[in-house]
């Protein structure tokens, strides 16, 4: 029986040992300093994350402060220790927001809180005023074979589920993304939806959205949770509505963006790179503090800290770990793209990406080959004091490194955080730094920096996952 045959027939319950992992007790003491140390610091990712909202603030890709934020992230990366700090550039088709208004007149003139989502066109410059026609939720939409959205503004309704998980984003975010395209293809002129986003705030939450190239683009917005309800109420009672539409926006502004890379040196396997990432690019709205300056901060301290038990202990790793700052997660994912371009043909043992805000990581689930599995065992050990229970082989890695998964069959780790209240403020204007709890950071930080320690002494390759 073969090694990896011998660990996958071993229940998960009981852990194999660590010499059935081939992990020496030398790498797991340094496992333990490590976990000792990040904890210890309630500083450093906090920091970054402060000076990424307050020196750069919004970073839509392609604009001038993602330039200032690659240029803040070099030199940050650098100040705090990591070797090999680097950028790739990364061209991009950036989007830019204009000016725009919403009236709803039912038939009182109401103004709704809205905003453009991401890759819209503006409306004529008269504007766009058309019939309101309802529909609960993107499904009834697809659903719909007659003429009825033809010639008039589509209203989607769509509600999104508060979830720990996160997973009711995954079931509603389809009617912002594909949304505007089904409505376009049934005559419609504009389309509103309803927020994604599990607030009650009075402000829209924006998003990508994608044009179909066979289909008219129609302008396409998100109003306010609240404004929708409104729509709603209108629509319980029957009343006829009618949206006035204004918006201007630029698409297509062609610019330059990078990625931004920095390293703690392997050693014996340091051509095998262990993959720890976020997204440096944000919406224009807020700070892009939980998304992504959060999962900046995390990965980026996890690695300092890494680097730093590596030179006073003389232990070094032995794969690459590489911190990946990518850009235009959000519109496009053309930094993922871009750097599986490059890298594709060197071996990744593992990628992951902390994106989902600062709140506490409460479960660790793998997407490594199905006989590799068990080993995980190894690093759920050493994550339970954390407070993190071990998940399946079913994870997801995060928005770039997901993209890097499947098109490199690259294996993958999800450190799934808290997302319970994360869709409250999620491309809001709301995501600011005071959203951050600091005391839910160093929990993080030791979590990715004893994730990128395990994969990087493992001796055995964790791939190729089974997508
Ligand atoms: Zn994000």
């Not at 912002?176 to 376009?184: C, D, K, L, N, Q």
């Amino acid at each position: 029986m073969k090694r990896r045959e011998l660990m996958a027939s071993l229940p998960l319950l009981a852990a194999p040992g660590l010499r059935a992992q081939g992990l020496s007790a030398a790498d797991e003491q340094f496992a333990l300093r490590l976990r000792e140390a990040a904890l210890a610091d309630t500083t450093l990712a906090y920091q970054l994350i402060e000076g990424l909202c307050t020196e750069v603030g919004p970073r839509p890709a392609g604009s001038a402060n993602d330039a200032r934020a690659v240029a803040w992230a070099q030199r940050e990366l650098k100040r705090i220790g990591l070797a090999n700090v680097r950028t790739d550039e990364v061209p991009v088709t950036a989007w830019q927001r204009g000016p725009a208004s919403a009236t709803l007149f039912a038939p009182h003139a109401q103004p709704l809180v809205m905003l453009a989502l991401g890759n819209s066109v503006g409306t004529p410059d008269v504007g766009v005023d058309a019939e309101l026609v309802y529909y609960p939720d993107l499904a009834a939409l697809r659903a719909d074979t007659t003429e009825r959205a033809k010639g008039k503004l589509v209203f989607i309704d769509q509600k999104m589920e508060r979830s720990r998980d996160g997973s009711g984003y995954g079931r509603a975010v389809m009617a912002r993304i594909a949304g505007p395209v089904e409505a376009a293809r049934r005559g419609a002129v504009a389309i509103a939806i309803r927020s994604i986003g599990t607030d009650r705030d009075r402000l829209a939450h924006t998003g990508a959205m994608r044009y179909d190239p066979a289909v008219a683009r129609i302008p396409a917005i998100a109003v306010s949770v609240p404004d929708a309800d409104l729509i709603a109420r209108h629509h319980a009672r029957g009343t006829p509505m009618r949206l006035k539409l204004e918006m201007r926006n630029t698409s297509g502004i062609r610019a330059m963006s990078a990625n931004v890379l920095a390293e703690v040196p392997g050693t014996g396997l340091a051509d095998e790179v262990v993959m720890i990432g976020a997204h440096l690019d944000s919406w224009d709205q807020g700070q892009g503090a939980l998304d992504d300056a959060a999962g900046v901060g995390i990965v980026s301290a996890a690695a300092a800290h890494i680097m730093k038990l590596a030179k006073s202990s003389g232990v070094q790793p032995k794969r690459t770990i590489r911190v990946v700052l990518f850009a235009n997660e959000e519109n496009g994912f053309d930094g993922a793209n871009a750097y599986g371009a490059k890298y594709k043909a060197v071996k990744h043992q593992l990628v992951g990406e902390s994106d989902f805000g600062a709140g506490k990581i409460w479960r660790v689930r793998s997407r490594v080959a199905p006989d590799m599995a068990a080993s995980v065992a190894t690093l759920a050990q050493w994550l339970q004091p954390l407070g993190i229970e071990a998940g399946n082989n079913m994870g997801n890695p995060g928005p770039d490194a997901g993209v890097l998964m499947r098109a490199n069959l690259w294996p993958g780790i999800e450190l799934s955080q808290d997302g319970t209240n994360y869709f409250d403020i999620h491309h809001t204007d709301n995501d600011t730094l005071d959203k951050i709890d600091p005391a839910t950071l160093p929990q993080n930080v030791a979590a990715w920096a004893l994730a990128a320690w395990w994969a990087a002494q493992l001796p055995q390759s964790l791939g190729p996952p089974t997508l």
